[in-house]
């Protein structure tokens, strides 16, 4: 769950909020653990290629060291009064640009120079004469009032925060699966909580750990993808199988299914729109309910039922194989790189601009044997797929 790299940052603003003085609390060695925690995230992104978060800690680093070097200082200081304002505001704008825009990879010169600029600008910002420009904008005081006595944001604060909070939930809702969304996200959240409880002893060091946390989830939540999941189909793959046969109950049926004539739709249509048949395929037995889908390899697919009823069995997959039968997929002409025999044959009578073809799946079901073994349970359900071809395709055989 790609939502839990918000923890962290919920943990330390639930702190803040009713334990800020607790001992535990105040005695963490910081700056060592927080560039610890940072060390730790760039050597697994780095050893992951995961190169594009070394961005966001470049973002959190610079902060941190921006504020160790420049910002240890009361807040009633005109300049880091102005600086209070500004740092999380160039923060914001600077990863919203990183999350919205392609950002140019790592290693590289455009990388580097990039890489540069996330940790450098706030340390220009806290050498700059922040406090007489500020005075000499005319922007009017009572922006830089706090609504409550005592509440940590001033109204300038509340208004641009609620403005750029509203774009990261856009972003959000684009990509709401996406991991590395919602680890940026936190990682935004703890810098501004940093300069929200600037005043508080020890924030920003707890803010940088728990936004090096936040980044070090996500990236445990993509390894976990990239184990267990088909990019392709975005169905768990074949290791999750083997894991969930593992957990197989007594009472179980296994179902093998492949797509028909795959290799003359291939020939026909070329390789990446065969790669849209399995990704339409994925979104098909993906949303399936009462059994789970996984991608076995190449053209084939497993479903697993934790029941043997034959009967609603039978149904459920005389349901997806009517659905996969019934599914118009659009094609260009431009698709199709060379007109075979079995090109012409596969292809519908629609002369225009797209066609439409239909595509059929063949599926063996096999129902679990008392003391039958996963393996034993799979080849029998393989078995029954290979009748299902013999039998003319686009059909269903179950074997008890
Ligand atoms: N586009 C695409 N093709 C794949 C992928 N994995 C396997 N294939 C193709 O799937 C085809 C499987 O062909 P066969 O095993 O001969 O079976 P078939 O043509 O589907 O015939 P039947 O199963 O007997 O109906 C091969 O041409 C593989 O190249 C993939 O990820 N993408």
Redesign the pocket.
């Known amino acids: 769950m790609p939502i839990l790299a918000l923890l962290p940052v919920l943990c330390l603003a639930l702190v803040q909020a009713f334990w800020p003085d607790h001992a535990f609390y105040q005695a963490m060695p910081f700056p060592a653990t927080a560039f610890t925690a940072m060390a730790l995230v760039a050597l697994i992104a780095t050893l992951m290629r995961q190169t594009e978060w070394l961005y966001w800690l470049a973002i959190l680093g610079g902060h941190y060291w921006a504020t160790q070097n420049g910002l240890q200082r009361p807040l009633s200081e005109p300049d880091v009064a102005a600086l209070h304002q500004l740092l999380p505001l160039t923060a914001s704008l600077l990863m919203l640009a990183l999350s919205a825009l392609p950002k140019p990879g790592l290693p590289s010169i455009a990388g580097v120079l990039v890489l540069g600029l996330c940790f450098l600008l706030p340390a220009s910002l806290v050498w700059l004469p922040l406090a007489d420009w500020l005075a000499a904008s005319g922007l009017p005081p009572a922006l830089f009032e706090r609504p409550v006595e005592g509440f940590f944001m001033s109204w300038a604060h509340l208004w641009w925060f609620s403005g750029l909070l509203f774009l990261w939930l856009g972003l959000i809702s684009f990509r709401p699966q996406d991991p590395s969304v919602w680890g940026q996200f936190s990682t935004w959240l703890a810098i501004l909580l940093f300069y929200a409880f600037m005043d508080r002893q020890q924030i920003s060091g707890w803010a940088t750990l728990a936004g090096s946390m936040a980044l070090l989830i996500t990236l445990a939540y993509r390894m976990l993808h990239l184990a267990y999941m088909d990019e392709?189909t975005a169905l768990p793959q074949r290791r999750a199988l083997e894991n969930r046969l593992r957990r197989l109950g007594r009472n179980s049926a296994v179902t093998m299914l492949?797509?028909?004539?795959?290799?003359?739709f291939?020939d026909t249509w070329g390789?990446d729109v065969?790669?849209q048949v399995?990704k339409l395929l994925g979104a098909i037995l993906g949303r399936q309910r009462g059994m789970q889908a996984f991608r076995y390899g190449?053209?084939e697919f497993t479903l697993v039922f934790s029941h043997a009823r034959k009967k609603a069995i039978r149904d459920a997959l005389e349901a997806v194989r009517a659905e996969v039968e019934a599914y118009p997929l659009q094609l260009r002409q431009d698709d199709r790189p060379n007109d075979s025999e079995d090109g012409r044959r596969q292809r519908g009578s629609n002369d225009g601009t797209t066609e439409t073809v239909n595509i059929t799946i063949?599926l063996g079901c096999a129902l679990r044997q008392p003391g039958e073994t996963p393996q034993t349970l799979l080849k029998r359900a393989d078995e029954a797929l290979y009748k299902a071809?013999n039998a003319g395709?686009n059909c269903v055989r179950i074997v008890s």
């Open positions: 392709l492949d797509v028909d004539h795959f290799k003359s291939n390789h065969g790669d399995l190449g053209e063949s071809k395709r």
